[in-house]
């Protein structure tokens, strides 16, 4: 695309964004805090992420509605997630759409021309995977930053690898735009706007269609650790909460990064900057693994997970035990 499409794009975009914030704010659909919530006192709009599934209806248009099972299905889980933020769905509603949407997403990807359990896996980490990501949309910048490494990462690794026609090739670079143009409203000490259900979920969506297609096209399943960061975090922190018995549909604070803002007193953007560091960190060292010996590449996956393993627990533990010992302190009164 040119120049003078790139500003198009630009202005369409955040045209689209400011006037979604003041319809917004004149409806009232606004965030409401809730067990997860970082923000007290502060009114932000809720969706602005609006912006993601605007950004690939304009791919969509862009090349003469090319990919349409996929748009079918990115359309579908974005409707319901922004149901679900004017007013709580029941989880039935949202998982039986998300089942649906990420079907189409394969149906486009793979043509289901894979074995029906490996379909059926899929289908259900698809699913896990838009649901975990939702939950990142806790704190200021953390879905902008991470998106924008993961996307990024995609856009110049289907450049490389990926063959012309695999994908629809104006989404990873709208996509990046809207991040850019929501990271403006977001990724700020006092956001403007969450992306809410219906950005979290959306950005999702268009990640996991960009990592099935590149692992379809690289023959390798190593790529999936360009999503290794919050990916520890979100199965390690659900392991802890079923340890605890708790429902893990229900909001909550125990996340890392949650931990981290509201323990260890850093920044919104702080901690959000550390997660996309290191995550852009890992996405180099699998880039240059890629076409690397099989052994190479299970050592490097070892090492990454086990050394992102190791720093969640330890860091998780101090935190949760700086916690505990305040308690008892609390518990037992003052000391003279």
């Not at 004149?26 to 919530?37: H, Q, W």
């Not at 769905?89 to 997403?105: D, E, K, T, W």
């Not at 063959?163 to 990724?187: C, K, Q």
């Not at 990064?257 to 323990?263: A, G, S, T």
């Amino acid at each position: 695309m040119t120049l003078t499409g790139y500003v198009f794009l630009i202005t369409l975009l955040v045209a689209s964004e400011v006037s979604y914030l003041r319809l917004a704010q004149y409806f009232g659909i606004v965030d409401k805090p809730n067990e997860r919530s970082s923000h007290t006192g502060q009114t932000i709009i809720r969706g602005g992420g609006v912006l993601f599934w605007i950004a690939a209806w304009g791919a969509f248009v862009f090349t003469y509605f090319d990919f349409p099972y996929f748009f079918a299905g990115l359309s579908l889980v974005a409707a319901i997630s922004f149901l679900d933020d004017l007013h709580s769905l029941a989880n039935r509603y949202r998982i039986s759409i998300h089942f649906v949407g990420i079907g189409l997403m394969l149906y486009q990807a793979t043509g289901f021309e894979v074995e029906f359990w490996i379909m059926g896996v899929l289908l259900i980490m698809g699913v896990g995977i838009l649901n975990a990501y939702n939950f990142m949309d806790g704190i200021n910048g953390i879905t902008a930053f991470y998106s924008l490494v993961a996307v990024g990462t995609f856009w110049y690794s289907h450049m490389q690898y990926v063959p012309e026609g695999a994908i629809n090739n104006a989404l990873l670079p709208f996509t990046l735009v809207a991040l850019l143009i929501f990271s403006y409203f977001n990724a700020r000490s006092r956001a403007i706007c969450f992306a809410g259900d219906v950005g979290s979920v959306s950005i999702a969506f268009i990640i996991l269609y960009a990592l099935v297609v590149f692992i379809k096209a690289s023959h390798t399943y190593l790529p999936i650790l360009f999503l290794a960061v919050y990916g520890i975090d979100s199965v390690l922190t659900i392991t802890h909460r079923l340890y605890l018995r708790q429902n893990i549909f229900q909001a909550h604070r125990l996340h890392l990064f949650q931990l981290l803002v509201h323990k260890k007193q850093w920044s919104h953007l702080r901690v959000s900057a550390w997660y996309a560091l290191v995550q852009l960190g890992i996405n180099g060292l699998i880039l240059a693994t890629l076409h690397r010996p099989l052994v190479a590449q299970l050592t490097l996956t070892a090492v990454i997970l086990v050394v992102l393993t190791s720093m969640y627990v330890i860091v998780k533990s101090r935190l949760m035990k700086v916690n505990l010992d305040t308690t008892v302190l609390k518990a037992k009164g003052p000391i003279y």
